[in-house]
């Protein structure tokens, strides 16, 4: 098992598209990047934090590679957008992959650069942030799998 983590707008929706993939074993939203140690989410919401809505997901990479993981990442939001992902505002919805080792790092650059060579990106600078993996400070329980609970399939 190995782990996983994105930031990509609002975290239901990036939970749910990950949930559904094939050799995912779990996912779970939470807090990442930020200063405060177990933020809540009224914290994260008061833009003082840091942190970026987040997924942490364990994957069994026999059954899906980063590499997968990283496609899908890329195609569930927009990588242009700075510090926001349509209506929602603010750092904690930044785009961002928190690598846990250098192989995640450099997987992660090398899709950045060619997907910012790709002519869909054309014009458009990629803002997406690659940092270490922080802390993963997980969400207050209702959010978890919140989409589902709910009987939604986005935010």
Known sequence: ???????????????????????????????????????????????????????Q??????????????????NIHDPTQLNRQGVDVGVQYRSVIFYHSPDQKSVAEQSKQVLQES????GRVIVTQISPAPHFWKAEEYHQQYLIKHGKTYC
């Open 1 to 55: 098992m190995d782990i996983a983590t994105f930031g990509a707008g609002c975290f239901w929706h990036v939970e749910l598209a990950f949930s559904r993939l094939n050799g995912v074993i779990a996912t779970a939203v939470g807090y990442a990047g930020g200063t405060t140690d177990n933020p809540t989410y009224h914290d994260v919401c008061s833009k003082t934090t840091g942190h970026a809505e987040a997924v």
């Open 57 to 74: 997901i364990s994957f069994d990479p026999v059954r899906v590679s980063y590499e997968k993981l990283l496609e899908l990442f890329w």
């Open 119 to 122: 002519p869909m990106y054309l």
